[in-house]
C-alpha cells in the first residue's frame, strides 16, 4: 500500500456511496419510465385512431354546404318595409307605379322616381331582383340556382 492511500480511502468510499445512490435513483427512473412508457403508447395509438377517423368522415362526407349569407341590413327608412310588405304579397314583379299605387301613394313623376331609387337600392342588396329593366319582383332563392349578384 502507498502512503496516499489512507488520505484518498474517504474519497474512495463518499465515490462508492455516490455511485451506489446514482444506481439505485437511475434504476427508480427507469421502472417509473416503464410505468409511464404503456400508458403513453395508448394515447398515441388513440390519438393516431381518432386522425385516421377524421380523415375517414371527411373522405366519406359530402362537400360541406356553404354557410347561409346573413340577410342584408335593411335601411332604417319605413318605407322599405312598406315595399317588402307588398312584394311579400305581390303575385309577380311590378313597376314602381304599380308600387305606389298599392301603397295609395301620389303617382307623380318625382315621386315614381324617389320609389325606382329604393327599389334599385333593395336590388343592390340583394332583398329584391330586376327581371326585367323597370320591373322588380322579391328576391326568391332557389336552391339550385346560384344567387345573382
Not at 456511496?17 to 427508480?28: K, N
Not at 315595399?83 to 303617382?107: Q, S
Not at 322588380?136 to 344567387?147: G, I, K, L, T, W
Request: charged share 25%.
Amino acid at each position: 500500500m502507498t502512503a496516499w492511500t489512507p488520505q484518498i480511502t474517504p474519497f474512495l468510499d463518499r465515490i462508492d456511496a455516490r455511485e451506489r445512490e446514482l444506481a439505485t435513483t437511475t434504476e427508480q427512473l427507469r421502472t417509473q419510465i416503464d410505468e409511464l412508457t404503456a400508458p403513453l403508447r395508448e394515447l398515441d395509438q388513440e390519438t393516431e385512431n381518432l386522425a385516421v377517423t377524421r380523415k375517414t368522415l371527411l373522405a366519406l362526407s359530402p362537400t360541406t354546404p356553404e354557410p347561409a349569407d346573413p340577410p342584408p341590413a335593411l335601411p332604417d327608412h319605413p318605407a322599405y318595409q312598406q315595399i317588402l310588405t307588398v312584394f311579400a304579397d305581390a303575385a309577380g314583379p311590378m313597376c314602381a307605379r304599380d308600387l305606389r299605387e298599392h301603397l295609395d301613394l301620389a303617382i307623380m313623376p318625382k315621386n315614381i322616381e324617389s320609389t325606382r331609387h329604393k327599389l334599385k337600392r333593395l336590388v343592390s342588396l340583394g332583398v329584391l331582383v330586376e327581371p326585367e329593366p323597370g320591373l322588380f319582383a322579391q328576391h326568391r332563392p332557389s336552391n339550385s340556382a346560384p344567387r345573382p349578384t
